[in-house]
Every structure is written in C-alpha cells, then in structure tokens.
C-alpha cells in the first residue's frame, strides 16, 4: 500500500521533542537529559515557546516527565549495551534522538526505529540534511499500522535478528492500543531469546493520581479525545506486572513516578518534578 500522506512527524512527537528542548532552555542545571537534536530537526519558527503547550511554568510537570522518562529508556539501553545486547528496538521511534546523541554506545547496536512511513521519510530527509545522516547501523523502519502491516515482519525484513536478545522501548503509545494489541506487543516481545528486555510506559487510572493532579490529566485526555486520538488503556501497576507474566516474561517490575523522581530529581532546589500519571514496565525474558 502506497502511503500519500504529507511526509512530516506526529505533532505530540514534535511536542516531546521540543519539550526536551525546553529543559535544557528554561530549566536549572543539572539537566536530566540534554537533547536539543530534535529542536534542530523540527526547526520550528523563532515563536516556537509561545505556543500555548510550551508554557515554561504550565508545562513544567510534564517537561520533567518527558525528559525523565528519556533519560531512564537512555540508561537503560546503555546498561544492555554494556551487557553485550547488540539490538535495540524503539516501537514508536518518533523523534528520538539516542543514535545522534549518543554515538559512543550507538555505535555497539544495530538500532530499530519503528514508526510510520510517512514519518520515517520526513526523518530520514532531516537527518541528511542536518548532517547527522543515516548509518547502516540505524534501521528507520516503515510500518503502516493503518493498513495492518506487521512491525515484526518489518523489523525481521530489515536486519532484526529474533534468534538473539534485544532491548525494545515503547514510550508514549500503550495508552492508545486496546488490551488486546498490548498484549499481542508483549507475548511477541516475550519469545525473544533470555537476555532480552522490555521497557514499556503506561497510564495509571485517574483514581489512582493524587486528588489536586486528576483535573490536569482530564484535560490532557479530553484534548486527546478531541483530537481523534482518545487514550483507551490505563493499568494499575499490578495489573501491568500481570499482563507481563502472562504473556510469558521471566521477571516484571513497575517503575513508578517516585522512582524516576528518587532517580534523577533529588537535591534539585528548584522544585522541578514530574507529574505523576504516567509510570514503567520493565521485564526480561
């Protein structure tokens, strides 16, 4: 299926990225994460931080989580790397920018970015025009999920190696599949070789959010909703840890927001942390 879609990014890709930015911009020093490379991809106008979503003080709950959670998927394929895994799956690569980032570790992977096509060519023509180009060791796979192509089929058709371990991250897309595509995701992800991990961001339930956090997050998902991209599954945590062994993985763990915060927000004087709502899964085959 041929995919006419205007080649450009998914615009809460392009919201991640610049919020990424924003840390480094508005924020005090230490920076969790330093990442301007998607602010030089998606060269936005010189107003970019008018824009009602990058409010410096408004958005600051989400900016840490955007950045924290980077930082953690960062750390983590950084400690498989240093494992000897060799293959590092993004399912939903939108604008990340680890292989750019950090060329030091990329350079011991063969790295997987999975996202749709019309995406992967506008990234593709970016990072050719920056400079930074598009190593052999970097996969932009093209999977039109609209259509029904399979990610699996893909990824194999581009050099994934399913006989050897792998980490696969997937930030930012469990809340807009059905139960029943999370866990098709997490039995596939389950039959890849020991040594293998998955690292997986969910949404708790409202009810689960502290009282005084519920009607920013209503808000969040009601402009979701309106935008024709509802977020449709929210876990608790035992419930992810469930769904996880279920499909077959060997050990499961929730990360919460108080980890991350633990992690990289402790000594901060300036009160920047993340909001909570949004918390990991990380299992191993």
């Known amino acids: 299926m041929t995919d006419d879609r205007i080649e450009a990014p998914d615009p809460t890709a392009v919201r991640v990225a610049l919020w990424r930015a924003m840390h480094l911009q508005v924020d005090a020093q230490p920076h969790v994460l330093e990442d301007d490379v998607g602010l030089k991809l998606v060269a936005p106008d010189e107003n970019w931080r008018e824009r009602p979503d990058m409010h410096p003080e408004g958005t600051r709950g989400y900016r840490a989580s955007i950045v924290a959670r980077a930082r953690y998927v960062d750390d983590l394929a950084i400690e498989e790397a240093d494992r000897g895994v060799t293959q590092y799956v993004l399912l939903g690569g939108g604008l990340d920018t680890f292989a750019q980032r950090r060329p030091?570790?990329?350079s011991r992977l063969t790295i997987f970015e999975v996202d749709q096509p019309a995406a992967q060519r506008w990234k593709r023509r970016r990072l050719t025009e920056l400079g930074y180009g598009v190593p052999s060791s970097l996969r932009l796979v093209p999977v039109d999920f609209e259509a029904g192509e399979s990610w699996w089929d893909e990824l194999e058709a581009n050099g994934f190696d399913a006989g050897r371990p792998a980490f696969?991250?997937?930030?930012?897309?469990?809340?807009?599949?059905?139960?029943?595509?999370?866990?098709?995701?997490l039995r596939r992800i389950a039959g890849l070789p020991a040594g293998s991990t998955f690292a997986m961001t969910f949404l708790l339930p409202l009810e689960l959010l502290p009282p005084d956090e519920r009607p920013r997050h209503e808000a969040v998902y009601?402009?979701?909703?309106?935008?024709?991209?509802?977020?449709?599954?929210?876990?608790?945590?035992?419930?992810?840890?469930?769904?996880?062994?279920?499909?077959?993985?060997?050990?499961?763990?929730?990360?919460?927001?108080?980890?991350?915060?633990?992690?990289?927000?402790?000594?901060?004087?300036?009160?920047?942390?993340?909001?909570?709502?949004?918390?990991?899964?990380?299992?191993?085959?």
């Open 222 to 285: 009601e402009r979701a909703r309106a935008a024709g991209t509802p977020f449709i599954s929210f876990f608790r945590p035992e419930e992810i840890v469930a769904f996880a062994r279920e499909a077959g993985f060997a050990e499961a763990r929730y990360v919460s927001t108080d980890d991350l915060t633990q992690r990289y927000f402790t000594g901060r004087t300036d009160g920047l942390r993340p909001a909570v709502g949004e918390a990991f899964l990380v299992a191993r085959t």
């Open 168 to 185: 696969v991250s997937s930030t930012g897309v469990s809340m807009y599949l059905t139960h029943e595509a999370i866990m098709a995701m």
């Open 104 to 106: 030091d570790v990329a």
